[in-house]
């Protein structure tokens, strides 16, 4: 959709002005949790021992699998279009559960994404006030972010409750999350 200056959110919205036959799906920055990262993969082992071929579920899982190295990839594309070099980026993560509203980061995108954006020497952080600690990284969710701390705020899961007005003050917003609509200069994965 960036090819032909298309909004995603904007093209789900008229399609969904459709009346019957029509369940709207926002992209994301990748899938958490316990099943739809897990579950097919057994289905698929199941088919390979029978010898069936599943080539849409083994490509969904593939494109699942590659979704979040495609966000840190976009997030290290735009920080090169502003001239800022990676090692020195200061990155906000907004929100770190693979859904709104839970804590459980189990298979969470986000986790991928960080890890990605550090080792490429980004200063990252992230707010989520439902996860006060990212075990094992020494990260702690930032406690009273201001935007203009950021070069690049990187929306990953919208948290339900608010809290993330100061996000607009943020120079440069990527929304992975296609939810966060309240920057006018936000740009989307």
């Known amino acids: 959709s960036r090819a032909f200056g298309l909004d995603p959110v904007e093209v789900i919205e008229a399609a969904a002005t459709k009346p019957y036959g029509y369940l709207a799906h926002l992209p994301g ?39 979040p190295a495609r966000v840190a990839a976009r997030v290290l594309e735009v920080l090169a279009a502003l001239g800022r070099p ?45 996860v006060p600690e990212l075990p094992g990284s020494g990260l702690t969710s930032v406690a009273e972010p201001r935007g203009e701390d950021y070069d690049l705020t ?6 339900p409750d608010g809290g993330h007005e100061w996000i607009r003050w943020c120079p440069v917003v990527l929304d992975a999350s296609y939810r966060y609509l309240d920057a006018p200069h936000r740009e989307v994965v």
């Open 29 to 67: 920055p990748g899938v958490g949790g316990h099943c739809i990262p897990c579950d097919p993969h057994y289905l698929l082992w199941q088919l390979r021992e029978r010898q069936v071929a599943a080539p849409l579920t083994e490509q969904a899982m593939a494109a699942i699998a590659a979704r």
């Open 154 to 159: 990187l929306v990953h899961t919208l948290p």
């Open 86 to 130: 990676v090692p020195d980026a200061r990155v906000i993560v907004v929100g770190i559960a693979y859904k709104p509203g839970v804590t459980d980061l189990r298979s969470s995108p986000a986790l991928e994404i960080i890890a990605r954006l550090r080792t490429r020497g980004a200063d990252v952080r992230y707010w989520d006030p439902l």
